[in-house]
């Protein structure tokens, strides 16, 4: 299990951007896919957008064209830069590692979890 470290997180004003980090321990980080998800008090976390170990994104219909996420694997951290953030993209983040690429499926991520940056944009 690798364990994860978010950050990143704030307050922005609506349209202002913000760019999330999920730093990770061990030697093995670069084998590891990584998603992000987020969740709001009283409601099912969702994906949000995940990244395969080489590389490949892939993102919720609801951030896409807004979020871009990237990994440095030589700093054991993936990035997700938000911009153009909307008062409904409010949550706490969370990121999430596994061996295998699960998508955008919480349940499913299951090798570490961060503790999770609190997101606020408001209008």
């Known amino acids: 299990e690798v364990q994860l470290v978010e950050s990143g997180g704030g307050l922005v004003q609506a349209g202002g951007s913000l760019r999330l980090s999920c730093t990770g321990s061990g030697d093995a980080f670069d084998d590891y896919a990584i998603g992000w998800f987020r969740q709001v008090p009283g409601k099912e976390r969702e994906g949000v957008s995940s990244?395969?170990?080489?590389?490949?994104?892939l993102y919720a219909d609801s951030v896409k064209g807004r979020f871009t996420i990237s990994r440095d694997n030589s700093k054991k951290t993936v990035y997700l830069t938000m911009n153009n953030l909307k008062p409904e993209d409010t949550a706490v983040y969370y990121c999430?590692?596994?061996?295998?690429?699960?998508?955008?499926?919480?349940?499913?991520?299951?090798?570490?979890w961060g503790q999770g940056t609190q997101v606020t944009v408001s209008s």
């Open positions: 999430a590692a596994d061996f295998n690429f699960w998508g955008l499926v919480p349940s499913l991520w299951d090798d570490g």
């Open positions: 990244i395969t170990d080489d590389g490949k994104p």
